[in-house]
């Protein structure tokens, strides 16, 4: 198993120093899903939810929340990101959406949890909005599907 980088040689908490590492192209792509009600989503489907259209103002938000991950994790580089991109497959078999984020930069670390952010906030906001007509909505899945760039290569995952 690798060292873990955010703890110093006497156990603290510290951010990672990329000060050395070369900029390169980094890309990440996340992923996760909504589960409701097929009424629920056929209000969002059909943009008929009280609150406004769901779907575009949780791709605000997902492309906020990239913007501001360093703000929400502590040990994160704060990031001039330059793509973000946040895209939604409503399923009505599985009375869900799937929602994708692609987050790009170039620069000396990854944006992996940028990515994986996108998409959690992409998915709350669906949920406030709807909270309304369904409570049981349930978020599920939110993972790392690849990553590229950088020292360590290009992840898939494989399961």
Avoid: W
């Avoid at 590492?21 to 980094?26: A, D, E, Q, V």
């Avoid at 939810?49 to 913007?67: H, P």
């Avoid at 946040?86 to 987050?103: H, L, N």
């Avoid at 909505?137 to 020292?151: N, V």
Wanted: glycine share 6%.
């Amino acid at each position: 198993m690798p060292d873990f980088t955010h703890i110093d040689s006497e156990g603290r908490v510290r951010m990672v120093d990329v000060s050395e590492k070369p900029p390169t192209l980094r890309t990440a792509l996340a992923t996760g899903a909504i589960f409701m009600k097929p009424a629920t989503l056929d209000l969002i489907v059909h943009q008929a939810v009280k609150k406004g259209n769901v779907l575009e103002t949780a791709r605000i938000a997902g492309v906020m929340a990239a913007k501001r991950t360093a703000d929400m994790i502590p040990m994160c580089h704060p990031l001039n990101i330059t793509h973000v991109q946040i895209d939604f497959f409503p399923d009505q078999e599985k009375s869900s959406i799937c929602i994708e984020a692609i987050v790009r930069i170039v620069h000396q670390t990854g944006v992996e949890m940028e990515a994986l952010s996108a998409v959690a906030v992409a998915a709350l906001t669906i949920y406030d909005m709807c909270k309304s007509y369904d409570r049981e909505m349930t978020i599920s899945d939110i993972r790392l599907l690849k990553k590229s760039g950088g020292k360590s290569g290009t992840f898939v995952r494989t399961s």
